[in-house]
Nanobody, 126 residues
């Protein structure tokens, strides 16, 4: 059974930084894409970033809203995926979720993802 556990959320002032981590267990982690999504109050869960499998070159893709500010990375030895968030804005406030899919391709679509973490709250004060 795949399990994903996020950590690192918290309260930060606008312009500050946070790093979220997701610990994965239950399968060969490096073979699959890993992604971060977020959900703000009253809004749908939205794509933030994805990193492809190691065999696919660990390519990274970002939502336009976070491009240039967020960096996703993976450490296969530790079975973790992280996202470094810099220059945080009030509108980045959300619950952030780690996710993975049991498919040989990456996706920006939340419905494609098979496993989710419980989420971690990020609050950016203006």
């Amino acid at each position: 059974q795949v399990q994903l556990v996020e950590s690192g959320g918290g309260l930060v002032q606008a312009g500050g930084s946070l790093k979220l981590s997701c610990a994965a267990s239950g399968r060969t982690f490096s073979n699959y894409p890993m992604a971060w999504f977020r959900q703000a109050p009253g809004k749908e869960r939205e794509f933030v970033a994805v990193i492809t499998s190691t065999s696919s070159g660990a390519m990274t893709y970002y939502a336009d809203s976070v491009k240039g500010r967020f960096t996703i990375s993976r450490d296969n030895a530790k079975n973790t995926v992280s996202i470094q968030m810099n220059s945080l804005k009030y509108e980045d406030t959300a619950v952030y979720y780690c996710a993975t899919l049991m498919k040989p391709y990456y996706s920006f679509n939340r419905s494609e993802y098979d496993y989710w973490g419980q989420g971690t709250q990020v609050t950016v004060s203006s």
